[in-house]
């Protein structure tokens, strides 16, 4: 089956320590993202890539960094720079081949800063 | 800048009552129009699209939606609710292109009662 994969689904952290978040899709997709959802305010948009080796900012992106080495993977890094990480975060992927845009999520990280 | 607007955060609705989910958006230009369901600690699913044609959208779990263009409006509707319907509900815009990104609105969460 295809799908996005995210782990672990909940992960607990120390204030001050980085922790990375796992993203895998097997849909062939180009493009993926990364999303914060927080009570009440929507998806807020972190980071982005449209293509291998290649990413760029989204909404939020202090205090969080990413990297693409495989069209596959896109991990997402939420480092001690980031004031308040306690969120749910949400993966998704898109296919470039069509103009509309369409994302396919995975089933989110909740993240929760002790 | 484009923007999605959810009217309402919260409805709530007896079992088996019709249901109406408002989202406006603001574009000057040719927009998709896109709706998800969240069900708790889970990812999103596509309910379903506009991408052009018919402006009445018919979507899975019996959901539809009636583009309007002159009223920059796309509200989801569904005739008879189940408990199972209870979810957040979010209205998403992509203009094409732009990285493949999209806009969306701050959800709305449906409460259905027995």
């Known amino acids: 089956d295809g799908g996005i994969t995210q782990s672990p689904k909940y992960l607990f952290r120390k204030e001050g320590q980085n922790v990375t978040l796992s993203c895998e899709q097997n849909l062939n997709h180009d493009a993926m993202y990364w999303y914060r959802q927080d009570p009440g305010q929507g998806l807020r948009l972190i980071y982005y890539s449209q293509i291998v080796n290649d990413f760029q900012k989204g909404d939020i992106a202090e205090g969080y960094s990413v990297s693409r080495e495989k069209k596959e993977s896109f991990p997402l890094t939420v480092t001690s720079a980031q004031k308040n990480p306690t969120a749910f975060y949400l993966c998704?992927?898109?296919?470039?081949?069509?103009?509309?845009?369409?994302?396919?999520f995975g089933p989110g990280t909740r993240l929760t800063v002790l | 800048a484009q923007s999605v607007t959810q009217l309402d955060s919260q409805v709530p609705v007896f079992e088996e009552a019709p249901v109406e989910l408002r989202c406006n958006y603001s574009?000057?230009?040719?927009?998709?129009l896109f709706w998800y369901v969240q069900y708790p600690n889970q990812g999103l699913q596509l309910l379903l699209k506009y991408l052009s044609g018919s402006t009445l959208v018919k979507g899975i779990n019996g959901f539809e939606a009636e583009f309007n263009k002159s009223q920059t409006s796309f509200h989801l509707r569904k005739p008879s609710v189940h408990i199972s319907d209870t979810a957040e509900y979010f209205c998403a815009v992509s203009l094409g292109g732009q990285g493949g990104k999209l806009i969306f609105g701050q959800g709305t969460e449906l409460s259905v009662k027995p």
């Open positions: 574009s000057s230009v040719s927009v998709y």
């Open positions: 998704a992927s898109c296919s470039s081949g069509t103009a509309y845009n369409e994302q396919f």
